[in-house]
Structure formats: C-alpha cells, structure tokens
C-alpha cells in the first residue's frame, strides 16, 4: 500500500508541475503576441545594439494613401485600442495623446463597432487644447466609427464649428430680418385702415399719409440695405476694380447727408490730404463712407460738428504687415459716444446701441455691419475710438491706389514749372 501512495503522489507532483509549466509558457505566448500587436519589442541587432522596435499592425493595402487625402481626422484603432495610425489634426485637436484616444466618448464607440461590427456616429462638443472649459468656445465635432478589416477600427472626426457658428449667424439673420420687416409693413397696414377710417376727416387723412410716407421709406431703406449687405458678405469683390478718387467719395457722403445735416443746423466739414485714390467698387466705397457719415449725423445732437479726414499712411505702421501705403479716412462726431461693451458689437448685424434713437433716426442696424464687409472685401480694416459723452471716431484704412494715367499727366502739366525765357 505505501508502494501505491508514493506512486499516487509521484504522479500528483509531475501533473502540477506539467500544469505550471504549461500554464506558464501560455502567459509567455500571450505577452509575446500582446507586445508583437502594439509594437513594442525591441530586436538585437548583430553586433548588440537595440534596434528599432517593431513596426505596428499594417494597413490595409491602399487606406494609408485613402487617409493621407481625408480632409477629415483620421485615427486608426488596433485590437487593445492602441493608436496604429493618426493624422496631425488629431494631434492639433488634442484628440490623441500619448498613443491613446483621450476622448472617453470617441473610445467607447470604438470598442462597440469593434465588438459588433456596425458603423455608428455622434456630435461631439469639446474643449480646444489648452483653452478654458468655461470661457472657450466649444469645439463642435462630427465622429463616425466604422471596422477596418478584422481587427482594426477607423475613426473619422469632422471640425464643424465653423458651419455650426455661420448656421447660428443665418439663422440670427433670418429672424432679425423678419422682425424688422414686419415692424414697418405692420404700421402701413395700421395707418392704411386709419385713413379709410378717417376718409371724411382730411387733416387725418394727411396726417396718416405722411406717416405711411415715413414707414415706407424705411422699408425701402432696410430692403435696399439687405441687398448691399449681401453682395458684399462673401468679401470678394464681384467686379474688376477701379481707381476711386477719395476727394469725389467724400463729396458724395456729405451730399448724402446734407439735408438731415441742415435740419438739425450740423456742420460737416472735411480736410487732409487731397488727391488721394483708392483701388476697388466705387459703388461699395461710396456705401460705406455715407454710412458713416450718415450714422455720425443721426447719432449727434443739434448744432454740432462732424468731421471728415484723409490721410496716407504706411501699413506697415498700420497693421504690422510688409511696407505698403494705406489711406485711411476718419469720421468724427460730437455725439452720444458709445460704451465700452456696445463697441465690440457694433459692427454685428442689427445690433443698435439704443433701438429707441434707432426708431427716431430711421436706423435698420445695418449701416456699420455694411462697412466692416466693405473693408474686408477690399483688404482693409475698420476700427472705432469713443467715449460716452464726447463724440466717436471711425476710421477706414483701405490699401492705396494710383490715379488713372490721364489724371496724372493733367496734373503733371499743371504743376510743370514755366520754361525760363530765352535772351
């Protein structure tokens, strides 16, 4: 019997130590393939030295190049979740780090295509690198998982801040354009039942014609705004440019602007350089100037000045750039002046300092919005100075231009000295 226990126990131990060994190279097999999937092991080379370690899981024959093209952000899974491919916009986003997915919600989606295989997609908001969570604007994102072959997933991430922004700036544009239409189209329905009402009263009848008359002529100027408004939003301009004389530009602000000027016994006077001329639509230029000589009249009290001045100046002083010449036209009113917290939405669409003055003036919010695309349009700026109480200043630097050959040979032969006589 002690012959058959010894066996029996001789048996017991070499199982266990044919189970411990056999369980030990499994881990072994299991390290080594884990280390082979994630590229990691390192190979020595013939005369000792560590090579470079092993490249990651291949691609699929052709969607390197594919990925190369995307205009999207491309990230490219292995089995352990580990990043075997990823474009620098995914590491300009922030969206990979240290070889792994930081976004929790990207990598939770990956892991379910890769467990059932089915293509699925999200919206994303997400904080910008290095930006604050509660002062940056999110970053608005498409993703949209899909399998690459058996073991790898692809991860396509879309940046759709940008048309989120313009698709809330059409939408604001919409609904203020249809506030405003309806306000004077609803006072010429009113007025047009007051006067078939008081149809035997004709002072009533003159009285409400005359207000018609004014509600009209709003309209006609929020419709013919909202037309300029959109030829020049796209900032390009539609037609081959042109020399522009600013001396005929300002003429045709003050022109715009006199009779309103003279009722509320305002003088508008201009100086600076003479002679100078831009390159670009003259029919834009002009629209511009007059809103802002127009706004710099409605917005002053009676019996005050508004100024217009021209100069050239560099534009490398200007706006840091290479060295140029830039002429830059200011308007200065003695009016309200505008707050600190209205001068940085001042040049937004329908935005109005106070809607009440704007009721009175005629004003549709649009003038200085009109303005900002002009400048851009033709590579230059518009900035404001004010303060409450004492007046604005805005002022236009627009790139220089040269007058048309036919007007500097006049004005060469204007300003050729006499030939000395001769004895």
Known sequence: MDVNVAAAAACAIAGLGVGLTASIAFRWSEREQARGRTGRTSRTSRNGATAEPDQEPALPPGVDTVLSVLR???IVLGEGDEVVKASSAAYAMGLVRGGRVAVDQMLALARSTRRDGEIRQIELELTRPGAS???????????????????????????????????????DFVANVSHELKTPVGALSLLSEAVADASDDPEAVQRFAGR??????????LVQEIIDLSRVQ?????????????????????????????????????????????????????AALGNLVENAVNYSPPRTRVALATRRISSAAALGEAD????????????IGISEKDRERIFERFYRVDP???????????????????????????????????????????????????????????????PEARS
């Open 72 to 74: 999207s952000c491309a």
């Open 133 to 171: 969570a509660r002062t940056a604007e999110p970053l608005a994102v498409s993703v949209r998982v899909a399998p690459l072959g058996s073991r790898l997933v692809l991860v396509l991430v879309e940046d759709r801040t940008e048309r989120r922004r313009i698709e809330a700036i059409r939408r």
């Open 212 to 221: 018609m008359q004014v509600e009209a002529t709003r309209l006609a100027s």
């Open 234 to 286: 796209d900032d390009q301009l539609k037609v081959d440019p042109e020399p522009v004389a600013v001396d005929e530009l300002i003429a045709e602000a003050i022109d715009r602007c006199r009779q309103t000027a003279a009722a509320k016994q305002i003088v508008i006077a201009a100086g600076g350089t003479t002679d100078l001329y831009l390159v670009g639509n003259r029919g834009q230029l002009a």
């Open 324 to 335: 140029g010449e830039l002429i830059e036209i200011s308007v200065t009113d003695q009016g």
């Open 356 to 418: 009440a003055r704007s009721r009175l003036t005629g004003g549709t919010g649009l003038g200085l919005s009109i303005v900002k695309h002009v400048a851009a349009s033709h590579r230059g700026t518009v900035s404001v100075w004010s303060v409450e109480g004492q007046g604005s200043t805005f002022t236009l630097r627009l790139p220089a231009g040269q007058a048309p050959a036919e007007d500097r040979d006049n004005h060469a032969a204007t300003t050729l000295p006499a």
